[in-house]
């Protein structure tokens, strides 16, 4: 499995947006996917988990209420839909997926995308 993330932007606080990876392979299904961001100067964290099947996620303390993680199967595309945005959002955030159940732990991950800039302004 290969995977792209997209939808990046610069968004004023308490605007939307809305992520896509894309992935390739024909094990997608298979695998469970994340969400992770990587602010400058800080450590990767993880944002949310969805499992193979799109029935059970976790998010990030920080994110939930606000975030939501999906997945389409058919189309082999994950989302994160981002509302009520604050500036501490800001990162660079990356898709990653790993064979077997969801995980908090970046390690765990064996695929990653290439990051895509989310910027919120105050």
């Known amino acids: 499995v290969q995977l792209q993330a997209s939808g990046g932007g610069l968004v004023q606080a308490g605007g939307s947006l809305r992520l896509s990876c894309a992935a390739s392979?024909?094990?997608?299904?298979?695998?469970?996917l994340g969400w992770f961001r990587q602010a400058p100067g800080k450590d990767r964290e993880f944002v949310a988990t969805?499992?193979?099947?799109?029935?059970?996620?976790w998010y990030a303390d920080s994110v939930k209420g606000r975030f939501t993680v999906s997945r389409d199967n058919v189309k082999n595309m994950m989302y994160l839909q981002m509302n009520n945005l604050k500036p501490e959002d800001t990162a660079v955030y990356y898709c990653?997926?790993?064979?077997?159940?969801?995980?908090?732990?970046?390690?765990?991950?064996?695929?990653w995308g290439q990051g895509t800039q989310v910027t919120v302004s105050s």
């Open positions: 392979g024909r094990t997608f299904d298979t695998y469970a």
């Open positions: 969805i499992s193979w099947s799109g029935a059970n996620f």
């Open positions: 990653a997926g790993r064979k077997g159940g969801r995980s908090w732990f970046s390690n765990e991950y064996e695929v």
